[in-house]
């Protein structure tokens, strides 16, 4: 029976986590307040406190686990720099822009996780820091670290140029952010 109940909470705290990262992403953290989160997951507010010391630490681990997965989700791309330039593409595509729940933590949140406290910007800090050797890894296999600040580069190009496309109300210049941001990333890229 213990066991049953271990596994019952970890499932339902995996499920708080996940509903909340496309709450967040959506609505951002300050317009997400822990009822609106407990209801996304089918909970009441009083089951928060047996998942989560507080909100702060709910948001760390919502930024630590979107991060994880944005980075596992890498491995599933061709090897080298073709995957990367499928990357730039599906980053850079209309329905990411439309869609920022399903998407991308720092293109969704950035503004606020920079006012969040140390706890959820280290846990930014490490997940960007995966992503960003990712990519030096695609850009150069032979010598990673050589390629950092052009991973660098490459990430605050693309992040900065979705954040900018939705912002936009005019669907026509929205796109063309879009479609330079790619033309721009690959050519960076080279």
């Not at 049953?4 to 499932?11: L, M, N, P, R, T």
């Not at 300050?30 to 406190?49: E, K, R």
């Amino acid at each position: 029976m213990a066991r049953y109940a271990k596994e019952h909470k970890q499932v339902t705290r995996q499920r708080i986590i996940e509903r909340a990262g496309h709450r967040f992403k959506r609505d951002g953290i300050d317009g997400s307040g822990i009822s609106t989160l407990m209801s996304d997951a089918g909970l009441t507010n009083g089951a928060f406190y047996a998942h989560f010391a507080s909100k702060d630490d709910l948001v760390a681990t919502v930024v630590t686990e979107e991060l994880r997965k944005q980075a596992a989700k890498y491995g599933t791309l061709r090897p080298g720099r073709q995957g990367l330039e499928d990357l730039i593409r599906e980053y850079l595509a209309p329905e990411h822009r439309d869609h920022p729940g399903f998407g991308c933590p720092s293109a969704a949140l950035l503004d606020e996780i920079g006012r969040c406290e140390g706890t959820t910007k280290d846990a930014y800090t490490d997940g960007t820091r995966a992503i960003l050797d990712e990519i030096a890894a695609r850009l150069v296999p032979e010598d990673p670290q050589s390629a950092h600040g052009k991973a660098l580069g490459l990430v605050t190009m693309m992040v900065g140029t979705l954040q900018l496309s939705r912002a936009l109300s005019d669907p026509k210049i929205s796109d063309e952010v879009l479609e330079q941001g790619i033309e721009n990333a690959l050519t960076f890229m080279r």
